[in-house]
């Protein structure tokens, strides 16, 4: 049974709960509670089912990484949802969505670890640096037109 601590899945989507709750404490009254509530649930469920995947058996670790790898996507699109509403400066929202992207690589990478029987898998990066992950455009399609919609 693997230490969910030391897993950079966990570790980053564990960050990404801390950042989300110290976000939605600056979302407007009502979106704190409706939004901001899903926000932080889809993030804690997402944390709690890579921990999950470590105490289950191994047939099961695949359903339930793929359910954290959901739950991410479900916290980028509250981040979409309270940004573009003009809840979250874009800022902010670059960074969480920076965060969930980084939670989701390492989610990923653990879906195909397992898919491909336990191999490493290699993460691209740019070259410059030692694990710098190649840039997103995250920044860029968060700047577009369409982000203000």
């Known amino acids: 049974m693997r ?33 901001g509530a899903r926000m932080e649930s889809a993030a804690h469920s997402a944390a709690a089912a890579v921990a999950r995947a470590c105490a289950v058996p191994a047939e099961q670790f695949g359903t339930q990484i793929d359910e954290a790898s959901r739950r991410l996507r479900e916290v980028g699109y509250y981040i979409d949802i309270a940004q573009r509403l003009g809840h979250l400066a874009l800022d902010t929202a670059v960074e969480l969505l920076e965060r969930q992207t980084l939670a989701g ?30 840039d997103s455009g995250l920044t860029r399609a968060a700047t577009s037109p369409f982000s203000s919609r």
């Open 105 to 134: 690589v390492e989610v990923n990478a653990l879906l195909q670890e397992e898919g491909s029987g336990g191999a490493a898998v290699v993460l691209p990066h740019d070259g410059e640096g030692d694990s710098e992950p190649v």
């Open 3 to 35: 230490d969910h601590r030391e897993l950079p899945a966990f570790q980053h989507s564990h960050e990404l709960v801390l950042v989300v709750h110290e976000a939605v404490r600056h979302l407007p009254g009502l979106d704190r509670s409706a939004l």
